[in-house]
């Protein structure tokens, strides 16, 4: 396997399986893999292409007041669970390789991505969009993987191979949870022990929703306020946004059907969890 860390390298890398006649599928993550990153990873071998795994903390995506500087960085233990998954190579670039110091285009996704994790995170998927476009410069790849923990990010993304016609097919992998149902994510590594025994509380909070639709609720601001009911009786918890919506457009709605999605986003002290679960 293959650790490769500049842009020019790995489009020589991607050009030469290419003209050997395989394809290429690409897994994007920050690093800090776990049994999640690993799921991806299983999908993206199913495709018989050659495996990537993009290992990259994007600052592009992170606010000043965020962990870009603290987020959870072992290439060393990335590289050795990649081995074992048989991955291909693995594209770790530097700041410098990804971003010129004075960069000044952008990608952005003007609609799905403006509401919930884009209205509390001004800059996040303009980084997102950013960097996935790059990525795909970079790696040429015929699939991505991309995990449905992300769902608001799944759908730019999609939306963005769309509209800018990249010749890439996006994979989506649903979410892989701990025994307690909380979703696994390299920011659990900043739980405490009591925080993290209360980390599940978003996961029951979608079960709840999800209970109360099978039973006939389809109001969608009580169900959100039965969920945000559930993510505040934990006392480490503090509700972010607790809404259902629509499960394509990711518009708010009066009446939940089918097929839309419950999202929540909670602090757990001070750490920020994402969850969602489609109805
Ligand atoms: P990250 O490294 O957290 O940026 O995530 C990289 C990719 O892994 C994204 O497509 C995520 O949606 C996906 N991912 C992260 N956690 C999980 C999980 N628990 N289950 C499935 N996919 C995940």
Redesign the pocket.
Known sequence: MNIIRSVSEMQAAAAAVKAAGRRIAL??????L?E??V??IRAARTKGAAVAVSIYVNPAQFAPTEDFKTYPRNLEADAALCRREEVDVIFAPTDDEMYRADASTWVEESLLARRLEGERRPHFFRGVCTVVAKLFHICQPDVA??????FQ??RVVQRLVRDLNFPVEILP?????DADGL????RNQYLDGLERAQASVLYKALNVAQDLFNQGETNAHRLGAAMLRTIEFAPAARTDYAEIVDGETLAPLHEAKRGDVALVAAYIGKTRLIDNLVL
């Open positions: 897994v994007p993550t920050m690093g800090a776990h999640g990153h799921a991806l993987v991309f995990g449905q923990k992300d990010q799944l992998v649903p979410t892989v949870r979703a696994l994510s390299s």
